[in-house]
């Protein structure tokens, strides 16, 4: 004979919240999943943007730096007019260049961007600034210091 057994307490209690409780996890693991994939879109879209910026940017400074052909960038004398005994900054900046030979008297120094040379000239000079290339192209500058 089967009894018309109705079972109460707790575990009837564990059995009847079991289906809705697991729904209520799946639905809170969705949810969960869907703002941590959310935010990871978010991150790696921001990532992307930050790449493209410092490649425009990468880009902008090999420009102005010439790109990839000779350029001199500067040269000149700071101050440009001193008295006789004073030293002076002479500083020059070149791009993409092999060697730098300055004259008169102060020879071959290696190229930089920027780079300054203390002298002390005993009259007025106009020095001339030759970088060279690798493939032999040469850009000149002249720069003057006034002596007093």
């Keep these: 004979m089967q ?21 209520l996890l799946v639905l809170a693991l969705l949810w969960t999943g869907w703002v941590f994939f959310s935010r990871h879109r978010d991150i790696v879209e921001a990532q992307r943007e930050a790449a493209e910026r410092v490649a425009r940017a990468d880009q902008q400074t090999l420009s102005q730096l010439g790109g990839d052909r000779l350029t001199v960038l500067d040269f000149y004398a700071s101050p440009g007019a001193i008295h ?4 002076v ?16 008297d102060l020879g071959s ?15 007025t000079t106009s020095y001339t600034l030759t970088a060279k290339s690798a493939k032999g ?6 720069a003057k210091v006034i002596v007093e």
């Design 137 to 142: 192209q040469t850009e000149t500058a002249t």
């Design 89 to 104: 900054s002479l500083c020059y900046g070149v791009s993409n260049a092999v060697s730098v030979l300055i004259e008169p």
């Design 109 to 123: 120094w290696k190229p930089a961007i920027s780079r300054c040379i203390d002298i002390e000239p005993k009259r």
């Design 3 to 23: 009894s018309d057994r109705h079972e109460s307490g707790p575990a009837a209690a564990v059995r009847t919240l079991l289906p809705w409780t697991s729904v």
């Design 84 to 87: 006789r005994g004073t030293h």
